[in-house]
Each structure stands twice: as C-alpha cells, then as structure tokens.
C-alpha cells in the first residue's frame, strides 16, 4: 500500500472541549506538526450512526442505521473492505457496534473479543469490548491506556496497514457529567496525557495518524440532533499530505474515501465525499 493510517476516534469530544483541553494535540498544531480541522457529524448525530458512516462514507439514511439499539452488519462497501480488496492488512480496538457493522452480527463475545482471521475480507485482526452493564453510575469502559498498547500489539505483531482504535470513555463521562465541570476537564487532560507518546510512537513506526470523534456532546452532555454543539468536533492530521486551511470544516462522509486515498487503495462508487488531504 501506499502508506499507513491509523485512526483514533474518542467517543464523544465537542470542538470546544479539543480546543480549550487537548494542550499536547494543540501544542502540535501550533508548532506546525499537525493540522487540525473542524468534523461535522452526521445527523442523527448519536454514537452508532456516526460510526456507519465514518467507515462506510455514505449517511445514515442510506446505511439505515438509526441509533443504538439498530446495530447490524451493513452492507455498503467500507474502509476496513477495500483496504482489504487492495491486498492490505486491517485491525481494529474497539467496541463491538464495529465489529458488527464490519465483520459479522450478532456480536458473540466468546467468537468476537478477540480474534486473528488473516483471510477476512474485513478486519483481520480485532479486539472488542461490550461495556456491557453500562450505565450513569457504572462507566464499564476499559483503560485508555490498555487500548491505546493493544493498538501498537497489533501493528508490532501483525504489520498492520490500516488501524482503527475506538474509546468511549469521555462520551461516557461527558454524559454523566456534562462539560461545565472539574471532573470533565481533568479526563480530558488525562486523555490528551496517555494519548501523546503513542502519537509519537505511531508516527516513529511510519504511521499517519488521525485522531477525531465521532460527535460532539451539547452542556447537558446530549447528542444525537442537528444543534452544532452536537456535530462539531475536531479533526486532527499528522503526516505528510496537505489539507486545506486550518478549521476547515470538514464533512463526516469525507473521512473514509480520505483514508482510502491515502493508504492508495480505491475510492468505491458509494463513497461521494471529497476528498480533503493530497
């Protein structure tokens, strides 16, 4: 291939939170190290929608999926399919809507917590999680960190073209207690704290590295409608490709024939967006 990705979504994020709480990803763009771009969701803006449509590139009301509680496996040709199509590696850690939209479905956690399937046409080589129990008080969102190494596990052992990592933790935490508080902006700075080395990691081991959300959240920690709050979110670039101009705002339908083009694979016919790094 071309070259290699990965991508970081954190569930979740609103555009202000980035800016004013991300010092070591701020503290790049400043220095000229990365380029940062405002993302627009989808609408409905809500977590599973969003994910459909950022590997798949067209919107929910052609993928179908409505929600949370709608999670199958899609049929529109994604990321993870043509990276593969084009002779590529693929890997993904995350929670298990993905490997239902992109692998198989229903989710079997004994089958689909862990596993390494060279000749899949879609992700070789996941590792998911459930967050089952999951609720206000009861977070159930694995470590970060943890993620963040299982990631680099993968592209060390398996020589991954294409990686996707997925944390819920500050949707969780912003849903639980909105963004006008202490306890946001310290997970927020704990975030930015744990990701940065593995940035620099990623980028040493010959990586381009995106790091996005898939939303936003609004002050009471709600998403799923069209309000900006809930669809703004940034877009983060580090690599060699040149985008447009800073806080371009960059649509959610653009990132997958993006990706696509700069791992060198082909752009299917279903992918319309534009493409926004060259």
């Not at 569930?11 to 763009?29: H, K, T």
Request: charged share 20%.
């Amino acid at each position: 291939m071309k070259s290699k990705l990965l991508l970081i979504i954190l569930d979740g994020v609103p555009l202000r939170n980035f800016r004013r709480l991300f010092g070591n990803l701020e503290g790049w763009v400043a220095a000229g190290e990365a380029q940062r771009f405002v993302h627009r969701a989808v609408v409905p803006s809500i977590s599973a929608s969003c994910y459909a449509s950022i590997h798949t590139g067209v919107s929910p009301q052609v993928h179908g999926c409505t929600g949370n509680r709608n999670v199958f496996r899609l049929a529109q040709p994604d990321v993870f399919s043509e990276v593969r199509r084009a002779g590529g590696v693929t890997g993904a850690v995350a929670h298990s809507f993905w490997s239902e939209f992109f692998n198989r479905a229903p989710f079997d956690p004994v089958r689909d917590l862990e596993y390494d399937e060279p000749e899949s046409a879609t992700i070789n080589h996941g590792r998911f999680h459930t967050m089952a129990g999951y609720g206000l008080i009861n977070q159930m969102t694995p470590s970060d960190a943890d993620l963040f190494a299982t990631l680099t596990m993968l592209c060390e052992r398996f020589g991954l073209d294409y990686g996707m990592l997925h944390t819920c933790t500050l949707d969780s935490m912003g849903h639980r207690f909105f963004h006008e508080c202490r306890e946001m902006d310290d997970a927020c700075m704990v975030m930015d704290e744990m990701l940065a080395p593995w940035i620099t990691r990623w980028r040493g081991m010959g990586y381009e590295v995106i790091v996005t959300a898939d939303h936003g959240q609004d002050a009471r920690g709600h998403h799923g409608g069209a309000d900006d709050l809930q669809r703004d979110t940034a877009l983060y670039y580090f690599g060699p490709a040149e985008g447009p101009q800073r806080d371009t705002l960059i649509g959610q339908l653009q990132l997958a024939p993006t990706i696509l083009s700069r791992l060198g694979a082909p752009v299917p016919e279903s992918m319309t967006g534009e493409v926004f790094l060259r």
